[in-house]
């Protein structure tokens, strides 16, 4: 049986990137948001659900992880949970459902078509030259640390011209994306000298300028000197110059935040730093340090919030968060 579920504000259904289980869920009523990254300009979008507005279903029926961060946006909110049989037995037995789900896909599908022939018009794509263009546009996600979306285009190119000119770019390309996304998540891809997508060779960037900075701020945090680390870490993530130190210096500005008590920007800050990287090495100590911003904000029943949702994701009692976490959480008298 589907199962009912309490919601108050602010509380994280399921973040982009997130497994949730083969879930479907219905709004039975309040409010609930989306937040997803618009795949030709990287933009930050949200789209509301509505009560009985059903949200998940693509993942959920297509068994990959979930491509926005459903957030609760009312005071009160409850939420109908469904399996995926059950969701199916309830559709077949309701023709309205099935034609509502069909319109949504409909919509999002000439959407993304039309995004897709954006980015692909906007980097040389030539319909004469399919396979040229086919490794402009991974090159075009790849320039824009886009990174999942560059994968699965580089790997369609060599499905599709393994012996291709671009195909030794492509096969290195992928990788060390792979290679580095199995050790320090997908966020820390290196610099890869590759050709621009008018065919010159892109020389690539010497990072030392930017990982000299990036550890004289984390040597500044280590004396106390928060504001001064700060300072350098944002220009870091301003320039973006190199993806792996952008992602880093992210997490140490929310973490500058917190120890500068600006607890309302912190929790801004690692929210837009949780959509642009929902599987970022150190989401369960942004989430942490948002559950304490919260609890310093005197919104107790937020922190509670954001502790449980670490326990949710890591369920190894001896893991270092998730003891704080429990000591936390026993403070607040929720134990």
């Known amino acids: 049986m589907p199962k009912k579920v309490q919601y108050r504000d602010g509380a994280v259904i399921y973040f982009r990137g997130e497994n949730a289980g083969e879930k479907i869920y219905l709004l039975q009523n309040g409010k609930v948001t989306l937040s997803y990254q618009d795949i030709e300009t990287g933009e930050s979008l949200s789209d509301s659900v509505w009560p009985g507005e059903f949200f998940g279903v693509k993942a959920a029926l297509g068994r990959y992880p979930e491509e926005e961060n459903a957030i609760v946006v009312s005071r009160e909110t409850t939420i109908m949970i469904f399996s995926v049989p059950e969701f199916e037995q309830l559709a077949s037995s309701n023709i309205r459902i099935i034609m509502k789900m069909l319109k949504v896909f409909s919509n999002e599908l000439r959407r993304v078509h039309r995004q897709t022939a954006n980015i692909m018009e906007k980097e040389g794509y030539d319909p004469e030259n399919p396979e040229q263009g086919l490794f402009n546009v991974g090159a075009y996600y790849l320039k824009n640390n886009r990174f999942p979306q560059a ?133 369960p100590d942004a989430l942490f340090l948002m559950a304490q911003s919260h609890e310093n904000r005197g919104k107790k029943d937020m922190a509670e919030v954001f502790y449980k949702k670490i326990l949710s994701m890591i369920l190894d009692g001896d893991n270092p968060i998730n003891i704080k976490v429990k000591k936390a959480l026993a403070a607040l008298g929720r134990a």
């Not at 060599?158 to 580095?180: C, D, F, R, V, W």
Request: glycine fraction near 6%; charge should be neutral; proline fraction near 5%.
């Open 151 to 283: 994968q699965y285009i580089f790997g369609r190119y060599l499905t599709y011209y393994p012996s291709g000119k671009n195909a030794a770019q492509a096969a290195i390309n992928l990788q060390i994306m792979s290679s580095e996304a199995a050790t320090t998540g997908p966020t820390a891809v290196p610099v890869i000298k590759q050709k621009s997508s008018i065919g010159q060779e892109d020389a690539g960037r010497d990072e030392s300028a930017t990982a000299k900075a990036y550890y004289d701020a984390v040597s500044f945090i280590s004396q106390g000197k928060f504001q001064q680390a700060f300072t350098i870490l944002k220009t870091i993530l301003d320039n973006a110059e190199d993806p792996g130190y952008t992602a880093k210096s992210s997490f140490e500005i929310g973490r500058c935040l917190f120890m500068l008590n600006k607890f309302d920007e912190c929790i801004q800050h690692f929210t837009r730093m949780l959509t642009t990287y929902p599987k970022h090495p150190n989401l």
